[in-house]
């Protein structure tokens, strides 16, 4: 079944570590999102890809990198400058500039 | 820059008919689109809007006006399942097409 997959669900991580969230999609789709979201202030963007070797800052891009060598992969790494850490992280594809966007289950960090 | 804005909470019976609200002012427009999300959960994908007027699916329909950067999302027969958040979100080709999300509007549905 074609689909987006975040691993792992659940992260704890202590504090001056970085830690790396996997996102992998077997959809063919060109673009991919990094979002996080925090209760009461919905979904914001960190980072996005239209295309595999590119990629582009969201609006909360500081303390967070990525990378997109294969089209399938976009991993985040959350890194130790990032203050706020805790959330719940989704990633996100999609195909052409008129579709929808499909989200995978969610990675939730917990900063111990 | 973006803003999308919608209604926090809401509370409605079950049977009923309930309407959730999104208004938004981007750069620019190239879809709206609604999504349900159950608590820890992905968001799931509801419907689309690009023109103006209504677009049913079953219990769900959505509407759009682009002069009044405005929709809505119109939920019929409500079921104690459709409890969950509905998120409003605006994809912006002014920016690679990217979407912005309202905060989310938190529907509560009792018996």
């Known amino acids: 079944d074609g689909g987006i997959t975040q691993s792992p669900k659940y992260l704890f991580r202590k504090e001056g570590q970085n830690v790396t969230l996997s996102c992998e999609q077997n959809l063919n789709h060109d673009a991919m999102y990094w979002y996080r979201q925090d209760p009461g202030q919905g979904l914001r963007l960190i980072y996005y890809s239209q295309i595999v070797n590119d990629f582009q800052k969201g609006d909360i891009a500081e303390g967070y990198s990525v990378s997109r060598e294969k089209k399938e992969s976009f991993p985040l790494t959350v890194t130790s400058a990032q203050k706020n850490p805790t959330a719940f992280y989704l990633c996100?594809?999609?195909?052409?500039?008129?579709?929808?966007?499909?989200f995978g289950q969610g990675t939730r960090l917990t900063v111990v | 820059g973006q803003n999308i804005d919608q209604p926090t909470e809401m509370t409605a019976t079950e049977g009923a008919i309930v309407q959730i609200n999104c208004t938004y002012q981007?750069?620019?427009?190239?879809?709206l689109f609604w999504y349900q999300q159950h608590a820890g959960e992905a968001p799931t994908f509801l419907s689309y809007?690009?023109?103006?007027g209504l677009e049913e699916k079953g219990r769900f329909s959505s509407f759009l006006s682009r002069s009044k950067g405005y929709s809505y999302l119109l939920l019929k027969e409500l079921q104690m399942k459709d409890s969950a958040s509905y998120l409003c979100?605006?994809?912006?080709?002014?920016?690679?097409?990217?979407?912005?999300f309202g905060t989310g509007t938190s529907l509560t549905v009792i018996p």
């Open positions: 809007n690009v023109l103006d």
């Open positions: 996100a594809s999609r195909d052409g500039p008129t579709t929808e966007a499909f």
């Open positions: 981007t750069s620019g427009f190239n879809g």
């Open positions: 979100a605006v994809r912006d080709p002014n920016t690679g097409n990217q979407f912005y």
